[in-house]
Antibody
Framework: EVQLVESGGGLVQPGRSLRLSCTTSGFMFGDYAMSWFRQAPGEGLEWIGLITRRRNGETTEYAASVKGRFTISRDDTKSIAYLQMNGLKTEDTAVYYC??????????WGQGTRVTVSS | DIQMTQSPSSLSASLGDRVTITCQASQDISKHLNWYQQKPGKAPNLLIYDASYLEVGVPSRFSGSGSGTDFTFTISSLQSEDIATYYCQQYDNLPRTFGQGTRLDIK
């Protein structure tokens, strides 16, 4: 069974950093790109970024709203994807989801982890 | 960025009704469109991909159609478990973008 479990969320002050993890199981992690999405309270869904497979160079792409502040990485030996969030702003408050794949036909989502940016 | 305009933003219907949601892309996205269902506190659930293909395990009362810029999502006979918010999403290009969502409830 494919499983994705996000962790690392919590309450953080503006300007601080947080690293989210997406721990996966049930599939060959190294064969898939990984994406991150988020959803602010009461709002719609927003794509944040993606990281390709190692064989595709572990290329990353980001939404304009997070580019330069957020970094996606992966550890294929542990089957974990990461979202490093620096310079957090109040508008980054959201539930963060990791998703298997390039954000195309995205069947497998984690349950989400909540990040609250507030002083 | 490709803008996705979804309508209506909310919809009330009776059980057994036929429900239709539309999504318009700001440019041609071929058939690179998903429809998701999201219930409160849950992750989105993929219902339709490639504009019209039903994901495995999804009831046949759900359907999708369209290509290019205009797309339609239909529930043929509304059931109580269909109460949720529905989103379209394009994957023709980066950044992936979503419609604003349609909140569906029972009249």
């Amino acid at each position: 069974e494919v499983q994705l479990v996000e962790s690392g969320g919590g309450l953080v002050q503006p300007g601080r950093s947080l690293r989210l993890s997406c721990t996966t199981s049930g599939f060959m992690f190294g064969d898939y790109a990984m994406s991150w999405f988020r959803q602010a309270p009461g709002e719609g869904l927003e794509w944040i970024g993606l990281i390709t497979r190692r064989r595709n160079g572990e290329t990353t792409e980001y939404a304009a709203s997070v580019k330069g502040r957020f970094t996606i990485s992966r550890d294929d030996t542990k089957s974990i994807a990461y979202l490093q969030m620096n310079g957090l702003k109040t508008e980054d408050t959201a539930v963060y989801y990791c998703v298997r794949g390039l954000g195309r036909i995205s069947k497998y989502w984690g349950q989400g982890t909540r990040v609250t940016v507030s002083s | 960025d490709i803008q996705m305009t979804q309508s209506p933003s909310s919809l009330s219907a009776s059980l057994g009704d036929r429900v239709t949601i539309t999504c318009q892309a700001s440019q041609d996205i071929s058939k690179h469109l998903n429809w998701y269902q999201q219930k409160p506190g849950k992750a989105p659930n993929l219902l339709i991909y490639d504009a019209s293909y039903l994901e495995v395990g999804v009831p046949s009362r759900f359907s999708g159609s369209g290509s290019g810029t205009d797309f339609t999502f239909t529930i043929s006979s509304l059931q109580s478990e269909d109460i949720a918010t529905y989103y379209c999403q394009q994957y023709d290009n980066l950044p992936r973008t979503f419609g604003q969502g349609t909140r569906l409830d029972i009249k």
